[in-house]
């Protein structure tokens, strides 16, 4: 009989690893419901209502002309350490902002756009035939699922996404089963903690929130970069 070693239990979850391999059980509905803010879904996890999803009409805003210097997004990306031959997962990717500055930094590898999303998914096609961008691929995710194989990549990166996610339980042991061991989540997140920054309360997280979810999930927490003007930059390791 294989050795079955008991990580985690909480209410809805049982993460266990056999083999070394990480599966998760659901036991019960890990969530709870009742009402909340206006801009929130009424879906509560670990004591954090969940956000709506911000649809494909804001596009123009994850592209607008402020955003290196209202994020330091180069900065963001030299945290991330980007090897010439790393596979990055983009969750939540959007119409591809951070994703066409990734590839050529991961010139021999991939970067998987994943988003739920076609609209987003369109904008992503365009660019990489207007860029030529090769080493880009397109994902169609789901609310539980970013659709990826296990142990394909090294780093994955989210960045003011998690927070709307509808199944974030679902969708972390999901991105966990992609990293290979030992890889890289790079959770981006409005510091919920900071008052002055210009956000809905529910599109922020405090670190500490983010710890326990995350933790619950089978990561832990090597860093939190604060070389970013409004966002947490939390670098979480596949446990």
């Not at 009424?42 to 709506?52: L, N, T, V, Y």
């Not at 210097?69 to 990306?77: F, G, I, Q």
């Not at 405090?206 to 090597?222: D, I, M």
Request: glycine content about 10%.
């Amino acid at each position: 009989m294989r050795k079955i070693l008991l990580l985690l239990l909480l209410p809805g979850l049982l993460l266990t690893q056999a083999s070394g391999i990480a599966q998760t059980r659901f036991i019960e509905d890990p969530y709870t419901y009742r009402k909340g803010e206006p801009f929130g879904t009424g879906k509560w996890f670990m004591g954090r209502e969940i956000a709506h999803v911000m649809g494909y009409q804001g596009m123009a805003w994850l592209e607008r002309d402020e955003r290196e210097a209202e994020e330091r997004t180069s900065r963001l990306l030299r945290n991330m350490d980007i090897q010439p031959g790393d596979t990055i997962v983009d969750v939540g990717a959007g119409s591809g902002y951070h994703v066409f500055r990734m590839a050529p930094m991961a010139s021999r590898g991939l970067v998987y756009a994943v988003d739920i999303q076609e609209e987003m998914l369109e904008a992503i096609r365009g660019k990489k035939k207007a860029l030529g961008q090769g080493n880009v691929v397109e994902v169609m995710g789901t609310e539980r699922s970013i659709e990826l194989p296990e142990g394909i990549a090294h780093k994955a990166l989210m960045v003011d996404v998690y927070h709307e996610f509808s199944h974030p339980l679902e969708m972390l042991a999901s991105i966990r089963k992609a990293l290979k061991p030992g890889g890289k989540l790079y959770l981006v997140e409005y510091r919920g903690e900071d008052p002055e920054v210009p956000i809905k309360r529910l599109h922020k997280m405090t670190e500490a929130q983010a710890v326990k979810e995350l933790q619950a999930a089978g990561f832990r927490l090597e860093r939190n970069l604060d070389n970013l003007p409004w966002q947490h930059c939390m670098v979480f390791v596949r446990e």
